[in-house]
């Protein structure tokens, strides 16, 4: 499966952004769907996963209750929304699949999108 990842930008802090990672290849149903991030200087990070019915999702500490990760497999998109950004969020956005595997370890996903820059000036 071929990911792209999508909506990233400049915002201010407060401010929100919505993520897209639109799937090619094979359809989103086949996996579970998570949103990575990666900072300058640091790993890379989970920030959320959404298993393959759309069911279930899992935050990072970090972002719970400001984050909400999506899915329409029917449009074959993840999203991602992120609400009352702070300048820590500013990273690299990655979206990724897998089929099985610890959902919060980057060593699990089989499949990921090229990323897309999110910065949330103060």
């Known amino acids: 499966v071929q990911l792209q990842a999508s909506g990233g930008g400049l915002v201010q802090s407060g401010c929100s952004l919505s993520l897209s990672c639109t799937a090619s290849?094979?359809?989103?149903?086949?996996?579970?769907m998570g949103w990575f991030r990666q900072a300058p200087g640091k790993e890379r990070e989970f920030v959320a996963v959404?298993?393959?019915?759309?069911?279930?999702?899992y935050y990072a500490d970090s972002v719970k209750g400001r984050f909400t990760i999506s899915r329409d497999n029917d449009k074959n998109t993840l999203y991602l929304r992120l609400n009352n950004l702070k300048p820590e969020d500013t990273a690299v956005y990655y979206c990724?699949?897998?089929?099985?595997?610890?959902?919060?370890?980057?060593?699990?996903?089989?499949?990921w999108g090229q990323g897309t820059q999110v910065t949330v000036s103060s």
């Open positions: 990724a699949a897998y089929v099985a595997g610890d959902w919060y370890s980057t060593g699990s996903y089989d499949y």
């Open positions: 290849g094979r359809t989103l149903i086949s996996y579970n």
């Open positions: 959404s298993t393959r019915s759309g069911n279930s999702a």
